[in-house]
Antibody
């Protein structure tokens, strides 16, 4: 059974750095046919892709947020970590991690999401 | 960077009716990388259609996808009460993902 679960702070202050962890089970991060992405959704708004990482450590970032994002993985712990620097109230959103299934490239499994609020 | 524009923004229909949702890409894209998702309130999205026209596992056959190039369509042949939700199209290409802004399908 494939599951993904996000964890991290529910509240961060402006200018702080957000660190989110996605813990996966039911598949291995060393599997060449899958990857993990982070996606966010501000309240009442659309989905926004942030970053992805694959088994060979290939990484890619949203063009608009690239300077603020870092994605990494610890295969032994089955975890993918996203850091986002210089948080702002506009970054308030539900943050999801999702599995990418290759070769299609769709997000076939999602975590439940974690709401992060940016406020002083 | 590819932009996906979905229309209409909101679609008001009754159960039993047919729904047609549009997704237009800013440039021609491969059908292989066009995906549709359904999202219900308080839930993560769920994949409905991948490769523009292939239903994901367990998706009822009232959902169908079509299109190529820049114009893609999600059709729900006969709306069930549980189909009222927000629908997103998504594209993968050039090591980046893009989502449309969504179409809200609401009960009339």
């Amino acid at each position: 059974q494939v599951t993904l679960k996000e964890s991290g702070p529910v509240l961060v202050k402006p200018t702080e750095t957000l660190t989110l962890t996605c813990t996966v089970s039911g598949f291995s991060l060393s599997n060449a046919r899958v990857g993990v992405s982070w996606i966010r959704q501000p309240p009442g708004k659309a989905l926004e892709w942030l970053a992805h990482i694959f088994s060979n450590d290939e990484k890619s970032y949203s063009t608009s947020l690239k300077s603020r994002l870092t994605i990494s993985k610890d295969t032994s712990k089955s975890q993918v970590v996203l850091t986002m620097t210089n948080m702002d109230p506009v970054d308030t959103a539900t943050y999801y991690c999702a599995r990418i299934s290759l070769p299609v490239g769709d997000f076939d499994y999602w975590g439940q999401g974690t709401l992060v609020t940016v406020s002083s | 960077e590819i932009v996906l524009t979905q229309s209409p923004g909101t679609l008001s229909l009754s159960p039993g009716e047919r729904a047609t949702l549009s997704c237009r890409a800013s440039q021609s894209v491969s059908s292989s990388n066009l995906v549709w998702y359904q999202q219900k309130p308080g839930q993560a999205p769920n994949v409905l259609i991948h490769s523009a026209s292939t239903r994901a596992t367990g998706i009822p056959d009232r959902f169908s996808g079509s299109g190529s190039g820049t114009d893609f369509t999600l059709t729900i042949s006969r709306l069930e009460p549980e189909d009222f939700a927000v629908y997103y199209c998504q594209h993968y290409g050039g090591s980046a993902y893009t989502f449309g802004q969504g179409t809200k399908l609401e009960i009339k």
